[in-house]
């Protein structure tokens, strides 16, 4: 059992595909093959082609929180960071052979799901399950497990589970945006016992957020800023917002270090870009992820 503030990071990765081994940023490969159960055969009875174009590749981390009336309502606290967290971790640029014109191609396609998106505002473990069952009325889950918010109460372990981050090129990268969603829980979890409400944000408002940090990551094309300024900027907001949390977990010296780090390399997107600007193709930006620069 995790104990209170611990992070688990899960990278899921994507399955083998039947048609080969060549990247989704390359070339459709087609449906994954299904895993031969109940669970997942009704998924595909019930979403169709959702299921087959969900060749996605996230970071989840779990952050321990024993208290499941807590965790639930942490949730709602945490629909101000998501935004910040997904620009941060943008790392999905291409897809079957093309510029998608989004840093993370990965959360727009994700996004489609209707159990998937920002955690209600629940009133604990009553809300939670109310929010649950009206899901299940509408026929698109059956329970727990098939929700799918980008933060939600783990179904299965004591622990906030935060799904919205793209996995990272390299380890530093998964420590940087896990270290700052264990923080972001903590500081959530600080507003619950000191019982503060939520921000009040509309869903409509966080949707927006989240899609302008897909589509542009860290960077700030509408104002023609570089995205190396623009990592800097936001990074050391969020870390400055962060901070006493980062301290409370001893990991503001590793973030700092790591903040600095992204701002000199730019996102995982801002690096497939721009491989592909100075070798003209996609295989580079492949090479990119798989033999990363390093830089101390």
């Given at each position: 059992m995790p104990w209170p503030g611990a992070a688990w990071l899960w990278p899921v990765p994507r399955r083998r595909t039947a048609g080969g081994s060549r990247p989704p940023a390359l070339t459709s490969a087609g449906p994954p093959p299904l895993r031969e159960t109940l669970r997942y055969q009704a998924l595909a009875d019930r979403f169709g082609s959702l299921v087959d174009e969900q060749g996605t590749c996230g970071l989840h981390i779990h952050v321990g929180v024993p208290d499941r009336d807590e965790a639930i309502r942490a949730c709602g606290h945490l629909r101000q960071w998501l935004a910040c967290l997904l620009a941060i971790s943008a790392n999905s640029p291409f897809h079957a052979g093309?510029?998608?014109?989004?840093?993370?191609?990965?959360?727009?396609?994700a996004g489609r799901w209707p159990t998937i998106g920002p955690p209600p505002v629940m009133d604990?473990?009553?809300?939670?399950?109310?929010?649950?069952?009206?899901?299940?009325?509408?026929?698109?889950?059956?329970?727990?497990?098939?929700?799918?918010?980008?933060?939600?109460?783990?179904?299965?372990?004591?622990?906030?589970?935060?799904r919205i981050a793209d996995t990272q090129p390299t380890v530093a990268d998964t420590l940087l945006v896990a270290a700052l969603a264990r923080a972001a829980v903590l500081e959530a979890l600080d507003a619950v016992r000191r019982r503060v409400c939520p921000p009040r944000l509309e869903d409509a408002e966080v949707n927006a957020m989240i899609w302008r940090a897909a589509r542009d990551g860290m960077a700030h094309p509408r104002t023609g800023d570089d995205p190396a300024s623009a990592v800097a900027v936001r990074v050391q907001?969020?870390?400055r917002r962060l901070r006493p949390r980062l301290?409370?977990?001893?990991?503001?010296?590793?973030?700092?270090?790591?903040?600095?780090?992204?701002?000199?390399?730019?996102?995982?997107?801002?690096?497939?870009?721009?491989?592909v600007r100075q070798h003209g193709d996609l295989h580079a930006a492949v090479d990119a992820v798989i033999f990363p620069v390093t830089v101390q």
């Open positions: 093309r510029n998608t014109g989004y840093a993370s191609w990965r959360a727009v396609v604990g473990l009553e809300g939670y399950h109310q929010a649950v069952g009206r899901l299940r009325h509408h026929g698109v889950a059956e329970g727990e497990r098939d929700v799918y918010w980008w933060a939600r109460p783990s179904a299965t372990y004591p622990t906030v589970e935060i907001q969020l870390v301290e409370q977990m001893g990991d503001l010296a590793t973030v700092i270090r790591l903040r600095r780090r992204m701002c000199s390399l730019g996102t995982g997107a801002d690096r497939q870009r721009a491989a």
